[in-house]
């Protein structure tokens, strides 16, 4: 059985290529060979997922004189050893040599997907020049063409143009066509059932009556609120909120955040918050107010054993660098803000891969799906590997119309429309 590939140019997308008059070229040696941050763990996450991982790569620099075999084996072996690959493909004709495997011909991945029985309309090219989207679209793959903006010719068509291959493991994740949440034609029993979730839901809230209320519903595993979630609903005593809470939820993880913006005042409430119970994780930003980080802090409370949910992350950099100040040996959440991430007009299913990677390089860190927008954002969750996602009661309510009879569904939206102007006694 044909198995899906991602197919990856080297230089310039697994490691830095050496840009020299805005073009590319390959670096002298594998003591030169820096492989870019991200790539590691954005392969992993492929591998996990089932693709192969084919990487074809133009080294014309042979045939010129300008670099020997010897070199280029060596950076392969490189590869090789630091990376889960499967294989390697290499061109090494110039191109007056007219061959058939030097891109933008297909011949590296279609001798490839012979050798290793690949799937190529199910697989993906992944490249950043003309060169690598041109010999993807002739195999027959879907092309994602990481932009960095040489000095030369652009591709003329590809699926979707993208800043690194952490970024392209996302997408290609997230648009994989087995599993794609929200595609087109989704049908009943397409459908996850809520119960058969790997995600875990947790009630975002801060309404004592409503947080006991979802406490009662076992598909519930945890809780988080927030400041503003606190003010909405009038609560001015965090003590006695808190207090009270945990004397109803003594046993589900609930997530406190500090209020301060000064970082030794921050580090005082989050000791006394930590001190209230052992399911209390404490939230604290990723920044103060004025965009200072709050790593060093970050680090402090966590090598002191505590749980913490770092939160209001929305970047790639921010999740590294917050993964980099946690304890491997305390457990942690990053809450990545993936509704406001879509409130920009991005798709969030790229970073929140790429980001999944990145926390679960320690083995007591889960990501979270924070500030979800729509009940199908569960599904975005789960599909994309998240461990959490916070919810809603207002989207936890929608949970009863997952798999609902689309038909029966537009004849109950008729009856509403149609009742509510009854109601209100519109007459014309």
Known sequence: MSSPAVFLDRDGVINAAVVRGGKPYPPASAAELEILPGVAEALAALRRAGYALVVVTNQPDVARGAQTRAAVDAIHARLAAELPLDAIRACFHDDADRCACRKPAPGLLLDAARELELDLAASVMVGDRWRDIEAGRAAGCRTVFINHHYAERQPAEFDVELGSLAEAAGWILGHSGRDAPGRAGTRKDDM?????????????????????????????????????????????????????????????????????????????????????????NVKIPVTNTRGEPA??????????????????????????????????????????????????????????????????????????????????????????????????????????????????????????????????????
Not at 219 to 237: A, C, E, H, Q, Y
Not at 264 to 270: I, Y
Not at 380 to 395: L, S
Request: aromatic content about 8%.
């Open 295 to 428: 790593y060093a802090l970050i680090r402090t409370l966590a090598a002191s054993g505590i749980q913490l949910n770092v939160t209001a992350v929305f970047t790639l950099e921010q999740v590294r660098d917050v993964v980099a100040q946690l304890d491997p040996r305390t457990p942690a959440y990053v809450s990545v803000f993936a509704g406001r991430i879509a409130d920009t007009g991005r798709d969030p299913m790229p970073l929140m891969a790429a980001a999944r990677a990145l926390v679960h390089l320690l083995p007591r860190a889960e990501l979270i799906w924070a500030s979800p927008r729509e009940l199908l954002n569960v599904f975005h969750a789960e599909a994309v590997g998240c461990d959490i996602i916070t919810v809603t009661n207002d989207v936890l309510a929608k949970l009863t119309n997952v798999g609902k009879d689309l038909a029966q569904f537009s004849l109950e939206t008729v009856r509403m429309f149609h009742d509510d102007a009854a109601k209100a006694g519109f007459k014309l």
């Open 192 to 280: 996850t059932a809520v119960a058969d979730l790997k995600v875990k839901v947790f009630a975002d809230g801060a309404d004592v009556k409503g947080m006991v209320e979802m406490y009662g519903k076992p598909f519930i595993k945890g809780f988080t609120t927030n400041p503003t979630l606190m003010r909405k609903v009038g609560i001015s005593d965090y003590r006695g909120f808190a207090r009270e809470v945990l004397a109803a939820i003594p046993d589900r993880p609930i997530s406190f955040e500090v209020f301060s913006d000064e970082f030794a005042e921050m580090e005082r409430q989050a000791r006394e918050i930590a001190s209230w119970g052992k399911n209390v």
